[in-house]
């Protein structure tokens, strides 16, 4: 299939590989990272294409809205801030770059994974108020301690052989990935229900779905040993937050380590100012390496679909 792509908005920060892409191949290119949804509805019937990152939310207005458009790119994994249904409605195609931010979600989960566990958090800010606390702050070691990864895609794999370096065995269940697939990176398929009381930490790597909405959450904590630790660097609402709240009230979860929210930014920080949360505002994916590749694939594919090519991703 070859489109015609005359011009392309792009209306959130994207590396300027993007921009040199797009127009080394002829395509003219905008970037206007300030508007206000008014303004994009305003804009965007004069253009082809549009990419974005996770500011701009394209809504079924925006999207009815852009009667030339033809296709819709994020330069990221997750396409939840684009309503497919509406973009597939009007015959428009949606693309995103899959795998070009894995390694930094998955070294970014890794990082809070081991965070937390050394409450790196809260000691640092401990420090940084002049105390010596070293009494307060004991930690556990990740050796021997068993790692549940919920989702082993691409960044659940990735974060499962790092993890086993530190001598964690790692268990994982994802309804698309076969206990056989999942034996290929030492990683044992099991149930959910075989997991939880196995579990010393868990991570999430799904996508935000109805099936993993509330995933976590007053059951699921009950059934976990006490003192279970868990990391989110997937998606906000996978993690029941009231429920994550009350079992780190109750000591029944020990720490969490979120890199995402419900809301971003949060409208209330109780959760984030728990003393045994590590918070970080949506950085997985934040890295000058992670950034650069899904700038380039992202544009690549806008070559490679005026080009006629075989296109790939969401
Ligand atoms: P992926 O598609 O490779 O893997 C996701 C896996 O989740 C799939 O294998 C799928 O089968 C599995 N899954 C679906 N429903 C499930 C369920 N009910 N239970 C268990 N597993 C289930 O995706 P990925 O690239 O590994 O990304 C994983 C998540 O991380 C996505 O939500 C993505 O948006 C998010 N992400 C976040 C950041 C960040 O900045 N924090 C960066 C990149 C990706
Ligand atoms: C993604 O889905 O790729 C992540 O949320 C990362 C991001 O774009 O910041």
Redesign the pocket.
Known sequence: MVVQLKNVLISDEVDPKCVQILQSNGIEVVQNVTLSKEQLIAEIPKYDGLIVRSATRVTADVINAGVNLKIIGRA???V?NIDADAATRRGIIVMNT??G??L??AE??CTLLIALTRNLGAASLSMKEGKWDRKKFMGTELFGKTLAI?????????VALRMQSFGMTTI??????SPAESATFNTEWLS?EEIWPRADYIT??????P??KN?INDDVFAKCKKGIRIVN???GG?IDEDALLRALESGQCAAAGL??FLEEPPKDYTLVKHPNVIATP?????TIE?QSRVAEEIAQQFVDLVQGKCLFGA
Do not use: M, W
């Open positions: 990221g994994t997750g939840d899959p795998g931010n894995t930094s979600a970014h989960t919920i989702g082993l895609g691409r960044i659940g794999k990735e994982g269940f994802d309804p698309l990935v959910l999430l790597h799904t996508p935000l779905i099936q993993t995933l660097c997937a998606r996978i890199d995402v949506h950085l997985g994916a934040s992670a």
